[in-house]
């Protein structure tokens, strides 16, 4: 265990970051990778040469054999494929080389990877290409060097280079609109984020003998404990000292790795916890996001635990999410929501928080989509945190706030404008603001709003995709408004503007309960929209709205859109063709022999009693047989609706039609035969089962 005095020491030890660079590389070399990093800016190959050379070095001392480009592609997960350092020389001898070109540019064989058609399999070459604005580490054995990953033809077939991308556009936005508004030393704007992740902890040993979590990462059947959440004493509980141990080593893992675990405590239902990070920049929060879910599965295995990151693992009780806070802020420091202790006359925020408003109710379908999954389906639009409608919260001081300005009372006077406030740092005023909204799906959080849609198990770059890129669209729209205007024009047409954006986007704004069927009514008859699932909001994505913000802010080609609606959707049909074949492999094999070999038993025992005992009623033994034969007859029937359903989703050519086809029949058909399944399973004794019960997973943890 890494001693507490000795963690500023160990603390990102694993890690080719700042501090490393500047003692290992030349001045001149340092300085043009510091410039990279924080003004994005190109870097040449000699540059790249010099820093290999170094990061070689300190790799090998760092007990590293092997590199490895670290990307991320359109799986969802990380990719990576490892080479030696060694190159060996003529006499039988080797020695550890690592070229600049070698750190810059990597051609995995891109055909495994999804490409949704962007790549024909002739074509298989990809390029990945370092990021220097996410720094290198060391995992096992291995330097891991972050990058993005790319078609032949250039065409983005991961998830960074489109974030990366969102992040500029953002940024040239931003700092348009802050010159404008008399912040002339603004040059660059960054997007910071934290993402807060849950995660429930089972026994390493009863996950190995669900074939469910095996196989689709959350349970397929499963009759609900006589507990659940209800009694509500799980939330920030004492923690176990086991799980406690696990967090513990957690912690020091992802220290090592440069990644700021901060905050960890027990979630609303059983066995369910959650880590928060201190928040960091954009594309380096979400490759260590990336990082923590490993290093978290990893560590619970070294437990005894299996960590599972699925939206929903267990019907009936909380499914996790991963809470992405959000902000900007320029290079002078000023966090743009920072409300400062006047924002009524904060122009840079309020001008922020109502593109915010704007981006949000205008893209709402898109944000929807950025966190549209099969398992997060499961979440959103079913009974819990949040519902499938996009709304947000400001509380009720912002709430006054914006009213006067759509009143027009706000600025107290045309020369209060004063352009250059809001750059003190301030205490935040919603900071000792008690109301706080946990059921909105986008809320203000004093300097910052957490997105609360996306799911666990899912990389956040995607949210931030969109987030970025509404907000600049929104912002450059602005600033055309505003471009050329000085004085007491810019001041009224900047009152005017905020005045009309926020009444054409106030619908968007709701401080209620987000999880009550009024609101769900409300938000109908506010025109908001309410797509429940991934198939419904697919068509959204490639809809004329979506193609023109991402192609006219560079993120996406049309083609990269069309190719990521085609893999959104083939991995839709995929995930739920696994969990209908899982879920009749489960039924069929392991809860029938469970249910067999009861029934058996109980035959036998009635026959026995009967025998021992002429007349002998046996009654509780023969109404347990009876139901069980009749949800048996259930079962059977169900079962054969799934398979014939199963099948022929499955010859579905079309992506949106199967999608469509898993949703409504074979889901539901799952669904129905769930119902009976479970119901069997609640009469069984546990000993029969050769699955643990939902009540020995949940409750079983020491
Ligand atoms: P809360 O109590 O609202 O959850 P915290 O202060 O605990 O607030 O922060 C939650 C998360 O938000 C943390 O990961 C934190 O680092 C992150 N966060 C704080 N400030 C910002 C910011 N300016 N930009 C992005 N994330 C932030
Ligand atoms: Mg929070």
Redesign the pocket.
Known sequence: MMEAKRLPEEYGSLVFGDKVMRERLPKDVYKAVHKTIVSGTHLELDVANAVAVAMKEWAIENGATHYTHWFQPMTGLTAEKHDSFISPEGDGSVIMEFSGKELVKGEPDASSFPSGGLRATFEARGYTAWDPSSPAFIKDGSLYIPTAFCSYGGEALDKKTPLLRSMEALSKEAVKIMNILGYEDVSRVNT?????QEYFLIDKEDYKQRKDLLFTGRTLIGAPATKGQEMEDHYFGVIKPKVSAFMHDLDEELWKLGI?A??KHNEVAPSQHEM????ETANV?VDHNQLTMEVMKKVADKHGYACLLHEKPFDGINGSGK?N?????TDTGI?L??PGKHPDDNVPFLVTLIAVIAAVDEYAEQLRLSVASAGNDHRLGANEAPPAVISIFVGDELAKVLESIEQGTAFKGGAKVKMEMGAEVLPHITKDNTD?NRTSPFAF????F?FRMPGSSVSVANANIVLNTAVAEILSRMSAELDGLTGDALHDKLTELLKTTLVDHKRVLFNGNGYTDEWIEEAAKRGLPNLKSLPDAMPEWISDKSIKLFTSHQIFTEEEIRSRYEILLENYSKSINIEALTMQEMVRKDLTSGIIAYEQDLTNEILQKEKALPGAKAALEGQILKTLDDTSAEIAEKLETLKKDTFEAESIKDVQKQADFYEKKVLADMDELRIYADQAEALIPDEYLSYPTYGQMLFSLR
């Open positions: 910071t984020i934290g993402s807060e700021p901060k905050t928060a990070p201190v928040f929060a809470h806070n959000w902000s900007i802020c966090n929501l920072d706080r959080t004093g300097n910052k957490e």
